[in-house]
């Protein structure tokens, strides 16, 4: 059974860099896409970005100048590093799997983020 | 950026009720759609894929249709564990977004 267990940050203050991993169990790291997601109540579910091994990343335009998504099969982990928080930074952190669905009447390939971690509250703070 | 509108925003019913949430996209997104499933305090649990198709273990209760930029998610005959918040999610293009969520509330 695939899971993600997701590991935490402490309370950040403004300016400094938040660093989140999410450690997958039960699967193959190489085999798909792992996205970030959060979740904030004045702006709902927000798709943060999705990296694939070998460094092949999407990134939210409006996130981009300022995060890093990577992952390290060595350890079976995907990590997020997100620099120069502000307070509209503060949310839950989603990591979920990227997995592609391919339908035999379509021919088309779809993606879907199908497993999730539980969620880590950040909080930016001064 | 592709702009996922849900309606209604929230909606209340009974148990074995049938309900249907809507979801339109901006512009076209062929068959680019997902719909998740939220409990309070726990991670969205993905429902359908490619706009119609169940993942494994959905309740066959659950349903979608839909293509282009119209689409809706139907629950037949509502069970406890439905209450919970419902997100639409578009796959065609970055950056992936999500509709504002549709609360189904006990009556």
């Known amino acids: 059974q695939v899971q993600l267990q997701q590991r935490g940050a402490g309370p950040l203050r403004p300016s400094e860099t938040l660093s989140l991993t999410c450690v997958l169990s039960?699967?193959?790291?190489?085999?798909?896409?792992w996205s970030w997601i959060r979740q904030s109540p004045g702006k709902g579910l927000e798709w943060i970005g999705d990296?694939?091994?070998?460094?092949?990343?999407n990134y939210n335009p409006s996130l981009k100048s300022r995060l890093t998504l990577s992952v390290d099969t060595s350890q079976s982990h995907f990590s997020l590093s997100l620099k120069s928080v502000t307070a509209a930074d503060t949310a839950v952190y989603y990591c979920?799997?990227?997995?592609?669905?391919?339908?035999?009447?379509?021919?088309?390939?779809?993606?879907?983020?199908?497993?999730w971690g539980e969620g880590v509250t950040v909080t930016v703070s001064s | 950026d592709i702009q996922m509108t849900q309606s209604p925003s929230s909606l209340s019913a009974s148990i074995g009720d049938r309900v249907s949430i809507t979801c339109r996209a901006s512009?076209?997104?062929?068959?680019?759609l997902n719909w998740y499933q939220q409990h309070p305090g726990k991670a969205p649990k993905a429902l359908i894929y490619?706009?119609?198709h169940l993942h494994i273990g959905v309740p066959a209760r659950f349903s979608a249709t839909g293509s282009g930029t119209d689409f809706t998610l139907t629950i037949n005959s509502l069970q406890p564990e439905d209450f919970a918040t419902y997100f639409c999610?578009?796959?065609?293009?970055?950056?992936?977004?999500f509709g504002q969520g549709t609360k189904v509330d006990l009556k």
């Open positions: 979920a799997r990227y997995s592609l669905d391919y339908d035999l009447v379509s021919g088309l390939n779809f993606y879907s983020m199908d497993v």
């Open positions: 490619g706009a119609t």
């Open positions: 039960g699967g193959s790291i190489s085999a798909h896409y």
């Open positions: 990296v694939r091994h070998g460094g092949n990343a």
């Open positions: 512009e076209s997104i062929s068959s680019y």
């Open positions: 999610q578009q796959s065609y293009n970055v950056p992936r977004t």
